[in-house]
């Protein structure tokens, strides 16, 4: 597996433990429909909380949040909608980001709740 692959998915385990140790139940991680794809969906007390998580070696190439942009938000809307249909959920949604820096554990991590609202289509 190449280390790139290898450090995205040990910044992802180290995301959802991270929320599992906020409260947050973590309900799947890498869920995947087709092209689809979320990173974490957990439940925060009454809320679905989809959760995109960017892992970086260092912030060289720029901030890890600012790799959410339009096109990622609108892929992750979708998806979301998606999940929702499948598991007929029925539960308030927030959109997290969850920023994990550094090349091995442990990681620096950075969390922003409600990190962006879906687009108007």
């Known amino acids: ?3 790139h692959n290898r450090l995205g998915q040990e910044g992802e385990a180290a995301a ?5 140790g906020k409260g947050y139940v973590v309900r799947h991680r890498n869920w995947r429909s087709g092209h689809k794809e979320l990173d974490i969906v957990a439940v925060d007390r009454d809320t679905l909380v989809v959760v995109e998580v960017k892992t970086r070696r ?3 190439f720029g901030d890890p949040f600012t ?3 339009n096109r990622k938000i609108r892929r992750i809307v979708a998806s979301t909608d998606a ?3 499948l598991f007929k959920i029925d539960l308030p949604v927030r959109f997290d980001i969850v920023a994990v820096t ?3 554990p442990p990681f620096h991590i ?5 990190a962006f609202l879906p687009p108007i289509w």
């Open 16 to 20: 959802a433990c991270f929320l599992e």
């Open 1 to 3: 597996m190449a280390s």
């Open 67 to 69: 790799a959410v942009d």
């Open 102 to 104: 550094g090349s091995e």
């Open 58 to 60: 260092d912030n060289r």
């Open 83 to 85: 999940y929702l249909r």
């Open 110 to 114: 950075e969390h922003i709740e409600d």
